[in-house]
C-alpha cells in the first residue's frame, strides 16, 4: 500500500464516531414497526403466469363468440345502389361575346350606359339560374 | 452456508434480531462515512437510521451477487444524497463548512486530516468513491455498483482523485514551508 492510500486509511480511523445507547434504541424500536416489502421472485411471477394466461383466452374467446354470434344473426347487406347525377344539375355553358366600348357620349352617360347592360346581364344570370332551379 | 449468508436468510424472514446482528458489525463504519456526507452529527445519524430501516424493508430485493456492504453503502449514499437536498432546501449555503461534523469529530492535529482536505478539492461522487476505496477498502467493481457508475468511470475517476488530492497536499506544503520560511 502506498503512502497516499496508508494515510487516508489512517485518517479515516481517526474521525471518532460512536452509535449512542439512544440511537441504538431508536434504531431498534424503528426496526420492530418496519414491514419487509415483497420482492420479485420468480417463483412470484410462475404463480400469477397461469392467472394471466386464463384471462387471456378467455377474454379471446369471448371477443371471437361475440362477432360470430353478430355476424350470424344478420343478413348480408344489401349492395348500395349509387345513381348518376340528374342532368339538370350540370353546370349550363355559357357564351360571352365581348365588345368592344365605343366611347360616342360623355363619359358619365357611358357609364351610365355600362352600369345598365351590367344589371342587364346580371337579371339574364338570374333567369338562367332559376331556369336551372339552382 | 456463513454466517453473513444465514444471517441474511433470517432477516430475510423476518428477524429483526437477526437483522440487527447482521448489520453490528456496518453501523460504525456507515456512521463514520455518513458523517463526511452530511451537514451535521445529527443527520448523518438520522440518515444511519433510515439506510437500516430501508434495508430491513428491502432486504428481500437484496442480490446475493453483490457483497452485503456494498448493498448497504448503495442505501447510505441514496439516503446522504437525499438529506443533503433537503438541507439545501431549507437552510440553503448558510452551512459553514468549518465546523461541519467531519471538522468536530477529528482531535485536533499538527497535520490536517486528508478527509478534509479531500472534501474541498473534490466532488461529491468521486468523494465517495475514495471513500470507499480507501476507507472502507472496496474492490473498484464493488465501488462502481454502490454508485451506479461503470468500472473504467471508477478507475479514472479514482485516478484523477489521487492526482488532485497530491496536488492539493504539494501546495499546502508549500504554503506551510513558506510561513515558515518567513516566520
Excluded at chain 1, 338562367?128 to 332551379?133: L, N, Q, T
Excluded at chain 2, 428477524?15 to 452529527?41: D, I, K, P, Q, W
Excluded at chain 2, 451477487?65 to 444524497?81: E, P
Amino acid at each position: 500500500m502506498d503512502k497516499l492510500a496508508q494515510q487516508l486509511r489512517e485518517d479515516a480511523n481517526s474521525i471518532e464516531v460512536d452509535v449512542s445507547p439512544q440511537l441504538d434504541a431508536r434504531i431498534r424500536a424503528s426496526l420492530a414497526g418496519v414491514r419487509q416489502e415483497t420482492g420479485r421472485t420468480s417463483s412470484g411471477s410462475t404463480g400469477r403466469a397461469p392467472f394471466w394466461w386464463a384471462s387471456s383466452l378467455t377474454g379471446i374467446a369471448a371477443t371471437v363468440a361475440i362477432i360470430s354470434v353478430i355476424n350470424l344473426g344478420e343478413p348480408d347487406p344489401e349492395p348500395a345502389i349509387t345513381q348518376p347525377p340528374p342532368q339538370q344539375f350540370t353546370m349550363p355553358q355559357f357564351t360571352f361575346k365581348p365588345k368592344a366600348a365605343i366611347l360616342t357620349e360623355s363619359l358619365q352617360q357611358e357609364l351610365d350606359a355600362i352600369q345598365s347592360d351590367l344589371k342587364k346581364a346580371e337579371q339574364v344570370i338570374k333567369d338562367d339560374f332559376d331556369k336551372i332551379g339552382i | 452456508m456463513n454466517s453473513e449468508t444465514a444471517l441474511i436468510a433470517a432477516a430475510k424472514c423476518g428477524s429483526v434480531a437477526a437483522f440487527t446482528e447482521l448489520v453490528a458489525s456496518h453501523r460504525v463504519r456507515l456512521l463514520r462515512f455518513l458523517v463526511t456526507r452530511t451537514s451535521s452529527y445529527a443527520d448523518a445519524e438520522d440518515a444511519l437510521q433510515d439506510t437500516l430501516i430501508n434495508a430491513f424493508r428491502y432486504l428481500r430485493s437484496y442480490d446475493a451477487k453483490w457483497r452485503f456492504s456494498t448493498w448497504l453503502y448503495r442505501i447510505a449514499i441514496n439516503n446522504a444524497a437525499s438529506m443533503r437536498v433537503q438541507d439545501t432546501e431549507q437552510i440553503g449555503e448558510l452551512c459553514d463548512e468549518e465546523s461541519g461534523p467531519l471538522e468536530q469529530c477529528i482531535a485536533v492535529s499538527e497535520r490536517e486530516n486528508l478527509w478534509i482536505s479531500a472534501k474541498r478539492v473534490l466532488n461529491d461522487e468521486v468523494y465517495t468513491a475514495m471513500w470507499l476505496r480507501y476507507a472502507e477498502d472496496m474492490s473498484v467493481t464493488d465501488i462502481a455498483a454502490a454508485l451506479g457508475r461503470s468500472v473504467s468511470w471508477t478507475k479514472v475517476n479514482l485516478l484523477r482523485a489521487r492526482q488532485q488530492l497530491d496536488a492539493a497536499m504539494g501546495g499546502s506544503k508549500k504554503k506551510a514551508q513558506a510561513s515558515e520560511a518567513y516566520g
